[in-house]
Nanobody, 123 residues
Framework: VQLQASGGGLVQAGGSLRLSCAASGGSFSNYAMGWFRQGPGKERDFVAG????????PYADSVKGRFTISRDNGENTVHLQMNSLKPEDTAAYFCAASPRNIATMSKREYDYWGQGTEVTVSS
């Protein structure tokens, strides 16, 4: 499975961005999907996930109520709507695919990774 993330950019605090991840080369609906982020000098951390069916969507506490993950199995895409952005959201954002039914917070559960898209939130 190949993953291509897009939609990053520079935005002021309080603004919004919508990230997209396009999948190809596999059966997209057979994968749970996740978004992770990695700030400068930091570990890559879980942000949000979505199960194969889209019914289960875990979030990191730091983004609950501000970010929304969704998927379109017909279009082989997963999106991350980010609202009320804060400077601490600045990071490279990566989408990832897991063969599990349910998205987990562990990087080890994800077999495929996109290249990352940069999000910068200015104060």
């Amino acid at each position: 499975v190949q993953l291509q993330a897009s939609g990053g950019g520079l935005v002021q605090a309080g603004g919004s961005l919508r990230l997209s991840c396009a999948a190809s080369g596999g059966s997209f609906s057979n994968y749970a999907m996740g978004w992770f982020r990695q700030g400068p000098g930091k570990e890559r951390d879980f942000v949000a996930g979505i199960s194969r069916s889209g019914l289960s969507t875990p979030y990191a506490d730091s983004v609950k109520g501000r970010f929304t993950i969704s998927r379109d199995n017909g279009e082989n895409t997963v999106h991350l709507q980010m609202n009320s952005l804060k400077p601490e959201d600045t990071a490279a954002y990566f989408c990832a695919a897991s063969p599990r039914n349910i998205a987990t917070m562990s990087k080890r559960e994800y077999d495929y990774w996109g290249q990352g898209t940069e999000v910068t939130v200015s104060s």
